[in-house]
């Protein structure tokens, strides 16, 4: 029984990560250069404009481009305009791309850029997952209030409870959490499922990418300084217990910038964490097409699984300490106490 | 020769020598957490759960700060 499972867990975590060798393969010998695992791995952590599955003829799924410029207004397009039969990249309409963002050929105008890039999609199938799940479970507790979860009730549960008591409570504390759990629990689950689902092969890195994190950092800087209270406040530009002379040079300046030093630190370690564990993964992977070697093929598929399963730790933990300290800054801020 | 080898790749060579430090400072960080929290199961057996799940989270952020080692080096390396 054991050993099935084993067997049945290596099997799954195999079919996991083979599209990704099929791409290093494929790159390394199809185009007969050498094989430069930057590019490769460059290419798997960044965003595009197309969400490419695997080489042939509909392993590609071209995404709309929407773009605005003030001279030519809004325009819409396919980006399988910007590709030729045999994959490269050419310019259209008078835009092309260019080191991964779209410019004008000939002019200086700025062009504003709305595009649905393969984020953006992964970002709307996040949403989606998270829409139906969420749905069913709210569903379950109108249709049953007070009585025991059932089906997929019963996994979140546990979860939704945990990061309520052990989190938020925790951080933000008895008396003000509930105003604030609807945004933890969002954050937590987003991340969470952001990152799981980014371990799929041929997702896209959409919580390993700066933007991502980076909105989800401004909203709680935001919620953390609109709900700061009078004593938030006076503990940063008057800081209680400190002589004078140095409260208004040095204490009021390491304070101040640690408004913002807080969710910048949020928004890197989790595109850092999400991504590093992209470029890890990739990396032994390319091992195999550097040595070219079966022994080094074995030991990388290996390797990467382990890595693979920290990588669902990580996820996990990611998710739980960007809410943990989103909690305990707005705990910070609104906390009310005397006089130390 | 070597010198002009050496000045061209001077760049991989720092990336290098930065990932080979970063693996320094978290085996360092993380050998410390672990040896305090075998200590700490130790001498509180019961309270064996909660130290490895404080552990777990602390390896974590150590880790992230060695990832950011690993990213700095490999934009250095590929750039």
New interface residues.
Partial sequence: MILKSIALSIVISMMFISPLKVTASEQASGEGESFNP??L??HHIQDDYIWHFWDGHYGTLYLPVILYSDDRGLEVFSSSNFYNEDHELVPYNGYEIDHGKIHRVDSEVKVWDFSITKNVAFLFLTMAVMLIVFISVARGYKKRPGKSPKGIQSLFEPIIIFIRDEIVKKGIGEKKYEKYLPYMLTLFFFIWFGNLLGLLPGAANLTGNIAVTMTLAVGTFLLTNFSGNKHYWNHIFNTPGVPYPIRYTVIIVVEFLGIFTKPISLM??LF??I???H??ILSIIGLTFIFQSAAVGIGATILTIFINLIEL??AT??A??FTLFSSMYIGMAVEEHDDH | MLLQILAENLGLLGAALGAGLVAVGAGVGIGKIGSSAMEAMARQPEAAGRVQTAM??IA??I??VS??G??VC?II??A
């Fill in positions: 930057g590019t791995i460059m890197i370690r850092v964490a991504t590093a564990g470029i890890v730790l990580v933990i990611q739980y300490v | 777990l989270i974590a952020l880790e992230v990832l950011f690993v990213v490999f390396a590929t």
